[in-house]
């Protein structure tokens, strides 16, 4: 079952991969997979990257994609109980892991799935991971800024999540606890690598002076199926087809670091209360 999951994720982002490179040529950008490399390694440095670099989003789902993708899948099932969360917004959503992770998540479920991006470049890339799908995730172009200052395309959300999208100067955590107030969210769940915790310590604080229930869980605890090293072979194909540029290639799964997982559920007797079961585990 596992295998099956791996081998969609395997697809799902080579097959997204081929179909915004064959869009860079529409749009004759530059080939240029070792430059875009050297951009993306900026990240693993600890420095600002620029996600609008047309070309990018391939290096970074060909890299991180997969990775995340199962990071997130080990996430969303440590945060979510017996009932499905059918309708979500993911901010800062990237290439689309989160979107990718419920798809594999709840195969059979109608799911109502919203990306948020600040990159259009990105949002690109992750409207590729939906084609032929029946009921395919909606992205929009908007930042974590601009919802906390107008925070409708998200106040129907079951389930919020943020999977990486802080920059470690971001201090807006109060009125981005205060944006969830009068909205449907019942559960938010936001990862960062370990080295970034300390951006979920104060996003924790926040949402529970909000009065939201929080814990908090790693990716160490991950079970030994979810971080054994399987194969990508259409993620692999494609990596040579390109050059292989970099150090690297196409990888299910690598620590350190471990991610950390902020998982936060309304309180009971709140105004929107919603959580059912999941209540009890929470401190
Ligand atoms: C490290 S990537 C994570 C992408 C994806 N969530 C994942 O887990 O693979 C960070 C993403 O956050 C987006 N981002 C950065 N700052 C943002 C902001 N203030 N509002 C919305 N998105 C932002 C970037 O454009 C980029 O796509």
């Known amino acids: 079952m596992w295998q099956g999951a791996v081998d969609r994720l395997d697809r799902v982002v080579a097959d997204a991969s081929r179909a ?5 040529r529409n749009c004759d950008v ?11 390694d900026r990240l693993s440095r600890g420095r600002p990257l620029d996600y609008g670099r047309p070309g990018l989003p391939l290096m970074y789902a060909i890299r991180y994609m997969p990775r995340r993708v199962i990071s997130l899948l080990g996430a ?7 009932r499905v969360p059918r309708v979500l917004a993911d901010i800062g959503s990237g290439t689309g892991a989160t979107i990718v992770a419920m798809q594999l998540r709840y195969p ?3 799911l109502e799935l919203t990306g948020i991006d600040a990159s259009a470049e990105m949002l690109a890339f992750a409207r590729h991971t939906q084609s032929g799908l029946r009921h395919p995730a909606f992205f929009i172009e908007g930042t974590i800024e601009s919802l906390i200052d107008d925070p409708q395309p998200i ?5 919020v999540t943020f999977s990486a999208p802080f920059n470690r100067a971001f201090d807006q955590w109060a009125p981005l606890a205060e944006m969830f107030d009068d909205s449907a969210a019942r559960l938010i769940l936001a990862i960062e690598p370990e080295s970034r915790a300390s951006l979920l310590n104060a996003f924790e604080r926040a949402l529970r002076q909000h009065g939201w229930q929080t814990r908090r869980a790693s990716s160490a605890n991950l079970p030994a199926f979810m971080k054994a090293e399987r194969a990508l072979p259409a993620l692999t194909r494609l990596w ?3 050059g292989a ?3 690297y290639q196409p990888q299910t799964w690598w620590e350190p670091p471990a991610d950390e997982y ?9 105004a929107n209360a919603g959580v059912s079961g999941t209540a009890g585990a929470y401190r």
Request: aromatic share 4%; glycine share 4%.
């Open 20 to 24: 915004y490179l064959q869009e860079l």
């Open 30 to 40: 530059l080939m240029d997979p070792h430059a875009w490399t050297r951009e993306l």
């Open 76 to 82: 969303l099932a440590e945060a979510t109980s017996e």
């Open 108 to 110: 059979t479920t109608r």
């Open 155 to 159: 106040v129907s959300s079951e389930i």
């Open 240 to 242: 040579r087809q390109i």
């Open 245 to 247: 540029p970099g150090a």
């Open 262 to 270: 902020l998982i936060a559920a309304r309180s009971e007797g709140s």
